[in-house]
């Protein structure tokens, strides 16, 4: 359950991002700003995609014995 939640937080923060991708994008802020927050939303995705990978790993360690 642990992991669910870890997941579960990380896209919400991610969602976070993307929201304020949208925000800056509607007022016109600076591309330099704009390009920071894309790099962190890509960031977040990569960090997500680890958790998942990893998860799994972890999961067919623990059936591989039986």
């Keep these: 359950m642990k992991f669910k939640n870890n997941v ?3 896209l919400v923060q991610t969602e ?4 304020r991708i949208q ?4 007022r016109g802020m600076s591309q330099g700003e704009i390009l920071d927050s ?4 890509k960031e977040s ?4 995609r680890d ?6 790993d972890d999961f067919e360690r623990q ?3 039986q």
């Design 63 to 65: 059936f591989a014995g």
């Design 38 to 41: 894309i790099e962190k939303l």
């Design 8 to 10: 579960l937080d990380k």
């Design 23 to 26: 925000l800056q994008v509607n």
């Design 16 to 19: 976070a991002v993307a929201n």
């Design 45 to 48: 995705i990569d960090d997500i």
């Design 51 to 56: 958790m998942i990978s990893s998860e799994n």
